[in-house]
């Protein structure tokens, strides 16, 4: 069955702690930590002393998403206070692409670094988390394929990272297509997880696809009852 991972950027942050355990109590199967660093994408969110926090109130798993250039500095942090998952972006070392307003999305350079993602994969993994792979909108998901080996979990960004309640976009589907076929013909096992736009509205169609973990953001934050949203989701 999908699992839900409710976002807690877009929780209410006056009461942090409440909303938390809310999602807990309603059925919630992780808690999604969105990790900013105002480089990478532009918005600063928190870092590891608030998932500490999370993590001290919350017995779900925590996965950490380092929306970061330099996750490598960083991601230490995170393995002290034993989230569960660990994911960074393929892009890291790519190449920054303005799309206005004042934002920007990173893409791959021409030569994805593989030697510091693989390093980077198995330095998570030897310190008892899983490693995920997170991939921006941008990127093809043939560029990402030949490095899931190394990975237990597959992140696909369905926005451009950065910001809560963007309108989902509907080219993932393919790639999360893609990857579902891909993980059976090699007989792999990471999750796929997707997060962007995830709702009510789209959530069967992506699980149809072969999404195995959904984060909800706004869409679970400001639902009226957590608990219906989850049994909805899970129906």
Request: glycine share 8%.
């Given at each position: 069955?999908?699992?839900?991972?409710?976002?807690?950027?877009?929780?209410?942050?006056?009461?942090?702690?409440?909303?938390?355990?809310?999602?807990?109590?309603?059925?919630?199967?992780?808690?999604?930590?969105?990790?900013?660093?105002?480089?990478?994408?532009?918005?600063?969110?928190?870092?590891?002393?608030?998932?500490?926090?999370?993590?001290?109130?919350?017995?779900?798993?925590?996965?950490?998403?380092?929306?970061?250039?330099?996750?490598?500095?960083?991601?230490?942090?995170?393995?002290?206070?034993?989230?569960?998952?660990?994911?960074?972006?393929?892009?890291?070392?790519?190449?920054?692409?303005?799309?206005?307003?004042?934002?920007?999305?990173?893409?791959?350079?021409?030569?994805?670094?593989?030697?510091?993602?693989?390093?980077?994969?198995?330095?998570?993994r030897m310190?008892?988390?899983?490693?995920?792979?997170?991939?921006?909108?941008?990127?093809?998901?043939?560029?990402?394929?030949?490095?899931?080996?190394?990975?237990?979990?597959?992140?696909?960004?369905?926005?451009?990272?950065?910001?809560?309640?963007?309108?989902?976009?509907?080219?993932?589907?393919?790639?999360?297509?893609?990857?579902?076929?891909?993980?059976?013909?090699?007989?792999?096992?990471?999750?796929?997880?997707?997060?962007?736009?995830?709702?009510?509205?789209?959530?069967?169609?992506?699980?149809?696809?072969g999404a195995?973990?959904?984060?909800?953001?706004?869409?679970?934050?400001?639902?009226?009852?957590?608990?219906?949203?989850?049994?909805?989701?899970?129906?």
């Amino acid at each position: 069955m999908v699992k839900i991972a409710p976002s807690v950027l877009a929780a209410n942050f006056s009461r942090l702690g409440e909303e938390i355990t809310a999602a807990e109590k309603a059925g919630a199967d992780m808690i999604h930590l969105d990790i900013m660093d105002g480089h990478f994408v532009p918005n600063l969110s928190f870092g590891a002393a608030i998932s500490a926090m999370s993590k001290s109130i919350c017995a779900l798993p925590h996965d950490a998403h380092l929306m970061m250039t330099d996750p490598d500095t960083h991601i230490d942090a995170f393995i002290r206070i034993k989230v569960e998952y660990i994911s960074f972006h393929i892009e890291i070392g790519g190449q920054r692409v303005d799309s206005g307003n004042g934002r920007w999305v990173y893409h791959t350079s021409k030569v994805i670094d593989e030697n510091r993602i693989r390093s980077l994969a198995t330095r998570i993994r030897m310190a008892g988390c899983k490693a995920g792979l997170a991939v921006n909108p941008p990127t093809e998901m043939v560029e990402a394929l030949p490095l899931l080996k190394e990975f237990d979990l597959l992140l696909l960004m369905s926005v451009n990272p950065g910001f809560a309640g963007q309108a989902f976009m509907p080219e993932v589907i393919g790639k999360i297509r893609s990857a579902a076929e891909y993980r059976k013909v090699n007989g792999l096992k990471f999750e796929i997880m997707v997060d962007g736009g995830v709702g009510l509205d789209n959530s069967k169609e992506l699980v149809k696809a072969g999404a195995d973990i959904l984060v909800a953001g706004n869409s679970f934050f400001r639902s009226s009852d957590y608990a219906e949203f989850v049994r909805k989701v899970k129906a």
